[in-house]
């Protein structure tokens, strides 16, 4: 069965599609909400709450992007959901203090830098910047996209990727005695 056809059975609430298309996302949709929230547990939560979320809200799927990248940012939502219910605070900064951010892209790291060095190196961010830095570089949201997620605004995004960016490209560069190339 197409992609198309199997979402348009989901949309006809048949189970066995429904089944399916879960079986085909659910281990992606896992390792993204565990990447947020490190908890097996949690992960598997936000996960299923996601797909029901999914298929509740499967008539608002216009097809505009990939069935996958519309589930991905349901989970990724749910996960920030459920940190935010932890407790976590993202930090708003006062946009009137802030000057436009640049962005630099001269990262002249080793090149035996891994994307587990990478992502080890963003866990260990302070948490105001890890799941801006996180969604940007990892997920690949752009800017607006990271404020809707993290209800900020689109220059504390800027700003908070910026920083995090740095503090990550400095804390690579110490990893490897500033032996970059």
Partial sequence: MLQTELIEACKRNDRKAQMQ????????MYYVALRFLKNAHDAEEAMQEGFIQAFLKL???TGEVTFGAWLK????????????AKKMNFTAINEQTLGTVEEDDNWSIGDDVTIDLVK???EQLPEKYKYPVMLFLVEGYDHEEISEI???TAVSSRTLVHRGKKKLQKKLKSYYNGTGS
């Fill in 21 to 28: 298309l879960y079986n085909k996302y659910c281990d992606g």
């Fill in 59 to 61: 008539h608002q799927f």
């Fill in 73 to 84: 940012r349901i989970v990724i939502n749910k996960s920030i959901d459920m940190l935010k």
């Fill in 120 to 122: 080890n190196e963003i």
């Fill in 150 to 152: 993290l209800g900020i």
